[in-house]
Nanobody, 124 residues
Framework: QVQLAESGGGLVQAGGSLRLSCAASGRTGVNYAVAWFRQAPGKEREFVAV????????YYAGSVKGRFTISRDNAKNTVYLQMNGLKPEDTALYYC?????????????????WGQGTQVTVSS
């Protein structure tokens, strides 16, 4: 079992930045792809970004590409999401998810482990 815990959310003005963290504990010796998803009020959860287990490959949703950067520090069992140029439409509950795989899934049902989420609110 792997436990994931997000942190770093908060309230920021449009144009600002936040860095989210996803810390893993438990059975972390296995290589995991990690993704970020988000869910805005009244909307379905959507894919944001994913990083391969090695950190060598990343993929982003079109709505965040060029503004968000996903990275990982395997020595710290932590994945990060650096969010720059935030917009009010980025307001959502952000979740990280993990799966033991060499691929980089972008769909929710592919992931076995989920954190509880961290709230990001962007004011205009």
């Amino acid at each position: 079992q792997v436990q994931l815990a997000e942190s770093g959310g908060g309230l920021v003005q449009a144009g600002g930045s936040l860095r989210l963290s996803c810390a893993a504990s438990g059975r972390t010796g296995v290589n995991y792809a990690v993704a970020w998803f988000r869910q805005a009020p009244g909307k379905e959860r959507e894919f944001v970004a994913v990083i391969s287990w090695s950190g060598g490959n990343t993929y982003y949703a079109g709505s965040v590409k060029g503004r968000f950067t996903i990275s990982r520090d395997n020595a710290k069992n932590t994945v990060y999401l650096q969010m720059n140029g935030l917009k009010p439409e980025d307001t959502a509950l952000y979740y990280c998810a993990g799966r033991s795989t060499v691929t980089m899934p972008t769909i929710q049902r592919a992931y076995d482990y989920w954190g509880q989420g961290t709230q990001v609110t962007v004011s205009s």
